[in-house]
């Protein structure tokens, strides 16, 4: 199959590199540095049970891709509409274009640029970027991806590159159960720098986590998705399960890079607005990863 992996990231190198591995024709998209590094060596897929370099293409335009019968669109949620731009033209009515990235309004949003019906997908993942061309895999790695037309058959060459696929008969409340565990947690652990071990353990915490929740599910219910009574227990239970984890949105302040918070926590200040749901908790989140964003760029160019 010829696939395209737009954002030659964590996310993109890891799940492009599984199919590369299983003999798919697979093209990455990528910035220059992960571009020149997959060209002149391969992708370095660096995983608990497989480390190598897998021969690939790479580019960091979709100028020259061939129409490819697979898309994955792996870039953070505020590229999403440049990413979605840059394949105009390039998509065949039957190509299947995949959104695997967090936040609930990608898929659309990428519909909306590319004319294309884009098929949602959470990812279960945690993966990096450990050097130009080289992708780490912490764990995990299970997809959900939205019902289609395709999605059976998509699942099917998913786990037959040995990624553990479900399909999602209620794509919304899966999509919306992983954003509201991104408004937990990501900012607090942002912010603290701090992994999600202890996290709990600060007086206050849980009942702050508890209110993002408790907004986050009132502004979801109102959007007419069903998200259970048992989530927020589940979401408590998190800091023991993955003790370790520091949130997506720290790494992006720990590595100066712009972070997702406005399609986190701030998309539920935004569907709040528009609903007449008050979220005080998300907003504040929020703005302290915005001020902890500007206070990075302010000290890095001071340096
Ligand atoms: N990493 C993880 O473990 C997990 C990530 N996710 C989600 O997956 C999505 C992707 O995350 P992740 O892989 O970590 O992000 P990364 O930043 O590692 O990867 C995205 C890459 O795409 C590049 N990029 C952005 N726009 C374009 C473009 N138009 N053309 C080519 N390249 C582009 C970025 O460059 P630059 O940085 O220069 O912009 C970056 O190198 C996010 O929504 C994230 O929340 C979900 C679960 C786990
Ligand atoms: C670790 C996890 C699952 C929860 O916060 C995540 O998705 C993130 O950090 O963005």
Redesign the pocket.
């Given at each position: 199959m010829q696939i395209a992996v737009v954002g030659a990231g964590a996310v993109g190198c890891y799940y492009g590199g599984l199919l590369l591995r299983a003999g798919h024709d697979v093209t990455f998209i990528g910035r220059q540095p992960h571009v020149d590094a997959i060209n002149a060596h391969g992708l370095l897929l660096d995983t608990k049970t497989f480390n190598g370099r897998l021969p690939a293409i790479a580019a960091t335009d979709a100028t020259a891709l061939a129409p490819p019968d697979l898309v994955l669109v792996c870039v953070k949620s505020a590229d999403t509409e440049q990413a979605g731009r840059a394949l105009a033209g390039r998509l065949r009515p039957e190509t299947s274009v995949l959104s695997l990235q967090?936040g609930v309004d990608n898929a659309p949003r990428l519909a909306t640029v590319t004319g294309h019906a884009v098929i949602p997908v959470v990812?279960?993942v945690?993966s990096e970027m450990a050097g130009p061309g080289h992708v780490r895999h912490h764990g995990?790695g299970d997809l959900a991806i939205g019902p289609s037309a395709a999605s059976q058959a998509l699942a099917q060459t998913l786990e037959a590159a040995g990624v553990r696929t479900t399909i999602a008969d209620d794509i919304d409340k899966t999509l919306w159960s992983?954003l509201i565990?991104?408004c937990?947690?990501?900012a607090l652990?942002a912010v603290a720098g701090i992994s999600?071990g202890p996290i709990l353990e600060v007086e206050g915490t849980r009942n702050v986590v508890t209110s993002a929740v408790q907004e986050a599910v009132s502004v979801a219910r109102a959007s007419g998705v069903s998200i259970g009574d048992d989530l927020l227990a589940h979401i408590l239970n998190?800091p023991a399960i993955?003790p370790n984890?520091?949130?997506?949105?720290?790494?992006d302040l720990a590595r100066g890079k712009p972070s997702?918070i406005d399609f986190?926590n701030g998309y539920v200040v935004r569907k709040g607005a528009e609903l007449g749901i008050a979220t005080p908790t998300n907003h504040a989140m929020q703005v302290m990863v915005k001020l902890a964003e500007r206070g990075k760029a302010m000290s890095a160019r001071r340096t």
């Open positions: 967090n990812v279960y945690g995990g992983k565990i991104n937990a947690f990501n652990s999600y998190i993955m984890q520091m949130s997506s949105t720290a790494q997702e986190l």
